[in-house]
């Protein structure tokens, strides 16, 4: 598989991503944990279906000595043991989060649920999170970066 558009050797593209990774900065600094960030960066890569993404994250998350488990169950985690409340109401604002076009939106039980475990800054992150890797999936998917050839550390 070939990409459509070599996105990030393109002056637009390059511009646009060093944007996105100074907001990937900002979000890496708010203490939000890391499981939580593979959880959400993982979930959000499976829905938008961006293989280059899920790639790396996966592979990160591994690296970093998550349980491969815990990983295969994502997808599934509304019928998993294997998360915590935390990190079930992350996945849940997450899907609503990523999935805002399939009408509902973020609704108010979502919201209440990642509120009871995150305090305003690690919100704002979950947030952040959230529409910064929508943004990633959206252009790998669009040009159909090919995923499979990550290496874990590469870009951070």
């Excluded at 938008?48 to 996966?58: E, I, K, P, Q, S």
Aim: negative net charge; aromatic residues 6%; proline residues 3%.
């Amino acid at each position: 598989m070939k990409a459509r558009l070599d996105y990030y050797s393109n002056p637009v593209g390059a511009k646009f991503q060093k944007g996105l990774n100074s907001a990937a900065r900002a979000v890496a600094e708010a203490a939000l944990p890391d499981a939580i960030g593979a959880l959400v960066t993982i979930r959000s890569s499976q829905i938008n279906g961006c293989g280059v993404c899920l790639d790396m994250h996966t592979k990160d998350a591994v690296h970093a000595g998550e349980d491969p488990v815990r990983l295969a169950m994502i997808a599934a985690w509304r019928d998993a043991t294997v998360f915590t409340g935390a990190e079930r109401a992350a996945l849940a604002l997450t899907e609503a989060g990523t999935r805002l076009a399939d009408g509902e939106g973020v609704r108010d039980d979502v919201w209440e649920a990642a509120r009871e475990h995150f305090d305003d800054d690690r919100l704002a992150a979950l947030v952040s999170l959230i529409a910064l890797i929508n943004a990633y999936n959206r252009m790998n998917a669009i040009t159909r970066l090919p995923g499979g050839e990550y290496v874990p550390g590469r870009w951070g």
